[in-house]
């Protein structure tokens, strides 16, 4: 695999439409797509199989905007790839992690005792669980997608412009 072949700051972007604005920003709903291209074009693993089976459901999400957004306005949204990686570490590998460090701890200190290690096991995936999500509260603001630009469509919502082109706030020390 090329390792230049996606830059260090590579967006994950997505379209949404705003369904609630407020003050500040507003709500948007985006509806994900039932697995790749390949999969959507029937040439793919599989997944696209087993999304044809069930609409996908629709995500909404807060975003902040420095410009007033209307009911129905269509933007793009995105969030850095290293965020998502870093929100997936936090929220599988810390509780993972702590629970096989408590179970090997219980091993040590009570060879003897068998109940041991699947107790210390989990109560080090509770404590995980607990520690994941006291974090990603206090970091709430690193993980929020962010508005990349507004669309402007015509009548028959075919993207004719876009009113906002800059990045602003995709920085990786912004935590609004």
Same mark, same amino acid.
């Given at each position: 695999m090329d390792r230049d072949a996606l830059p260090d700051d590579s967006l994950l972007i997505e379209t949404a439409r705003v369904v609630a604005p407020f003050s500040g920003g507003a709500w948007v709903a985006v509806v994900p797509a039932g697995g790749c291209q390949r999969c959507q074009s029937r040439q793919g693993c599989g997944a696209g199989?087993?999304? #044809? @089976?069930?609409?996908?459901? =629709?995500? $909404?999400? #807060?975003?902040?905007?420095?410009?007033?957004l209307r009911v129905g306005d269509s933007v793009r949204i995105g969030i850095d790839s290293k965020r998502v990686l870093n929100g997936a570490l936090l929220v599988y590998g810390l509780p993972l992690c702590l629970s096989l460090v408590a179970g090997s701890v219980a091993e040590m200190a009570w060879p003897s005792y068998q109940g041991s290690v699947p107790m #210390?096991?989990? /109560?080090?995936?509770?404590?995980?669980?607990?520690?994941?999500? @006291?974090? /990603? $509260? $206090? @970091? /709430?603001?690193?993980?929020?997608? $962010?508005?990349? =630009?507004?669309?402007?469509?015509?009548?028959?919502? =075919?993207?004719?412009?876009?009113?906002?082109?800059?990045? =602003?706030?995709m920085s990786k020390g912004d935590t609004r």
């Open positions: 199989l087993l999304s #044809a @089976w069930r609409r996908p459901a =629709e995500r $909404r999400l #807060a975003i902040l905007a420095d410009r007033p #210390a096991f989990g /109560a080090g995936l509770l404590a995980g669980f607990g520690v994941s999500h @006291w974090l /990603a $509260r $206090r @970091w /709430a603001g690193l993980y929020r997608p $962010r508005l990349m =630009e507004i669309l402007v469509s015509n009548d028959n919502n =075919e993207i004719v412009d876009t009113r906002l082109t800059s990045i =602003e706030g």
